[in-house]
Protein backbone atom coordinates (compact mmCIF):
# COMPACT_ATOMS: atom_id res chain seq x y z
CA UNK A 1 0.00 0.00 0.00
CA UNK A 2 1.59 3.44 -0.90
CA UNK A 3 2.05 6.10 1.84
CA UNK A 4 -0.58 8.87 1.85
CA UNK A 5 0.66 12.45 2.07
CA UNK A 6 -1.02 15.80 2.74
CA UNK A 7 -0.14 19.05 1.98
CA UNK A 8 -2.23 21.80 4.11
CA UNK A 9 -2.44 24.99 2.03
CA UNK A 10 -2.80 28.28 4.38
CA UNK A 11 -3.38 32.19 2.81
CA UNK A 12 -3.89 32.70 -0.44
CA UNK A 13 -4.14 30.52 -3.29
CA UNK A 14 -3.95 32.86 -6.08
CA UNK A 15 -1.25 34.18 -8.91
CA UNK A 16 0.75 35.47 -6.37
CA UNK A 17 1.57 31.68 -5.12
CA UNK A 18 0.53 29.44 -7.87
CA UNK A 19 3.87 29.24 -9.13
CA UNK A 20 5.21 28.16 -5.72
CA UNK A 21 2.81 25.43 -5.02
CA UNK A 22 2.72 24.44 -8.26
CA UNK A 23 6.08 22.48 -8.18
CA UNK A 24 4.58 21.18 -4.35
CA UNK A 25 1.19 20.24 -5.87
CA UNK A 26 2.69 18.03 -8.88
CA UNK A 27 6.03 17.01 -6.73
CA UNK A 28 6.71 13.11 -7.02
CA UNK A 29 5.58 11.90 -4.92
CA UNK A 30 2.61 13.85 -5.12
CA UNK A 31 0.66 14.56 -2.23
CA UNK A 32 -2.57 12.32 -2.07
CA UNK A 33 -4.39 14.66 0.17
CA UNK A 34 -4.82 18.94 -0.15
CA UNK A 35 -6.31 20.25 3.01
CA UNK A 36 -7.87 23.69 1.99
CA UNK A 37 -9.26 24.39 5.16
CA UNK A 38 -6.88 27.42 5.74
CA UNK A 39 -6.71 28.97 2.25
CA UNK A 40 -8.27 32.93 2.93
CA UNK A 41 -8.33 33.77 -0.49
CA UNK A 42 -9.01 31.65 -4.16
CA UNK A 43 -8.57 32.84 -7.69
CA UNK A 44 -8.76 31.71 -11.30
CA UNK A 45 -5.17 31.39 -10.94
CA UNK A 46 -5.35 28.90 -7.81
CA UNK A 47 -8.33 27.59 -9.15
CA UNK A 48 -6.29 26.56 -12.15
CA UNK A 49 -3.54 25.17 -10.22
CA UNK A 50 -6.12 22.65 -7.96
CA UNK A 51 -7.55 21.48 -11.72
CA UNK A 52 -4.20 20.41 -13.08
CA UNK A 53 -3.49 18.76 -10.43
CA UNK A 54 -6.34 16.78 -10.36
CA UNK A 55 -6.03 16.27 -13.78
CA UNK A 56 -2.70 15.38 -13.62
CA UNK A 57 -3.28 12.89 -10.64
CA UNK A 58 -6.01 10.97 -12.91
CA UNK A 59 -3.45 10.84 -15.25
CA UNK A 60 -1.44 9.37 -13.24
CA UNK A 61 -4.26 7.10 -12.01
CA UNK A 62 -3.65 8.02 -8.39
CA UNK A 63 -5.86 9.48 -5.71
CA UNK A 64 -5.75 13.23 -5.21
CA UNK A 65 -8.42 14.55 -2.50
CA UNK A 66 -9.54 18.17 -1.65
CA UNK A 67 -10.04 18.07 2.04
CA UNK A 68 -11.56 20.43 4.71
CA UNK A 69 -12.61 23.25 2.27
CA UNK A 70 -12.39 26.94 3.45
CA UNK A 71 -15.22 29.49 3.31
CA UNK A 72 -13.86 31.23 0.22
CA UNK A 73 -13.31 28.22 -1.72
CA UNK A 74 -16.54 26.88 -0.98
CA UNK A 75 -17.98 30.36 -2.29
CA UNK A 76 -15.56 30.38 -5.19
CA UNK A 77 -16.59 26.57 -6.02
CA UNK A 78 -20.12 27.36 -6.17
CA UNK A 79 -19.92 30.67 -8.16
CA UNK A 80 -17.93 28.81 -10.90
CA UNK A 81 -20.00 25.54 -10.54
CA UNK A 82 -17.24 23.19 -10.63
CA UNK A 83 -17.15 21.48 -7.00
CA UNK A 84 -18.51 18.59 -8.96
CA UNK A 85 -15.37 18.15 -10.64
CA UNK A 86 -13.11 17.65 -8.21
CA UNK A 87 -15.41 14.35 -7.19
CA UNK A 88 -14.78 15.38 -3.53
CA UNK A 89 -17.60 16.00 -0.88
CA UNK A 90 -17.77 19.77 -0.08
CA UNK A 91 -17.52 20.08 3.94
CA UNK A 92 -16.65 22.64 5.23
CA UNK A 93 -13.80 21.58 8.69
CA UNK A 94 -13.82 23.66 11.40
CA UNK A 95 -10.47 24.71 12.50
CA UNK A 96 -9.98 23.23 15.60
CA UNK A 97 -11.31 19.91 14.02
CA UNK A 98 -8.65 19.95 11.18
CA UNK A 99 -6.44 17.87 12.85
CA UNK A 100 -3.54 18.95 10.69
CA UNK A 101 -0.77 18.37 13.39
CA UNK A 102 -2.48 14.52 13.27
CA UNK A 103 -0.63 13.51 9.86
CA UNK A 104 3.20 12.73 10.71
CA UNK A 105 3.54 12.90 6.99
CA UNK A 106 1.78 16.66 6.02
CA UNK A 107 3.41 19.31 4.59
CA UNK A 108 1.80 22.91 4.96
CA UNK A 109 2.31 25.62 2.49
CA UNK A 110 1.82 29.34 4.05
CA UNK A 111 1.90 32.46 2.85
CA UNK A 112 0.41 35.35 1.81
CA UNK A 113 1.00 38.47 -0.73
CA UNK A 114 0.68 41.68 0.61
CA UNK A 115 -0.16 44.31 -2.07
Same mark, same amino acid.
Given at each position: !? ?6 ? $? ?6 ? @?? !????? $? #???? =? ?8 ? &?????? /? ?11 ? !???? @?? #??? &????? =? &? $? ?5 ? %? $? ?6 ? #? &? ?5 ? /? ?5 ? %????? @? ?5
Amino acid at each position: !MKKKSALR $IEGELTIF @RA !MELKP $I #LLDH =PAPTEVDLSG &VTELDS /AGVQLLLLAKKTA !MAEQ @RE #LRL &VGHSQ =P &V $IEVFELL %N $IAGHFGDP #L &VMDSRAG /AGAGQRS %NSKTA @RGSHES
